[in-house]
Nanobody
Framework: QVQLQESGPGLVKPSQTLSLTCTVS??????????WSWIRQPPGKGLEWIGA???????YYRPSLKSRTSISRDTSKNQFTLQLSSVTPEDTGVYYC??????????????WGKGTLVNVSS
């Protein structure tokens, strides 16, 4: 089965850019029927979808974060990345990557990474 693994710095200073990478273990990354998503969970709060990317490179962003968010992918490495600019302490949380299956309705996130904690602090 597919495995997803987040990686990146666990500490980011305010005003800097948060950058994370998700590595996908199998060939489903190259399959057009999946979307590749980023989700976060601030301390004590619920999950918040950030955005997603398709293998083609087409992106989708949460409207409230769109101006600060950039998601990209490297098809040769089975990786996709998140960049969130101008971060504040409110961006602190556990960040997850997940695969989104287009089978059925609504779309479902069938595989998740373990998550990685990112602390935004000076």
């Amino acid at each position: 089965q597919v495995q997803l693994q987040e990686s990146g710095p666990g500490l980011v200073k305010p005003s800097q850019t948060l950058s994370l990478t998700c590595t996908v273990s199998d060939s489903s990354f190259t399959t057009s029927s999946y979307y590749w998503s980023w989700i976060r969970q601030p301390p004590g709060k619920g999950l918040e979808w950030i955005g997603a990317i398709r293998y083609s490179g087409y992106t989708y962003y949460r409207p409230s974060l769109k101006s600060r968010t950039s998601i990209s992918r490297d098809t040769s490495k089975n990786q996709f990345t998140l960049q969130l600019s101008s971060v504040t302490p409110e961006d602190t949380g556990v960040y997850y990557c997940a695969r989104v299956s287009t089978d059925g309705a609504p779309y479902g996130m069938d595989y998740w990474g373990k998550g990685t904690l990112v602390n935004v602090s000076s």
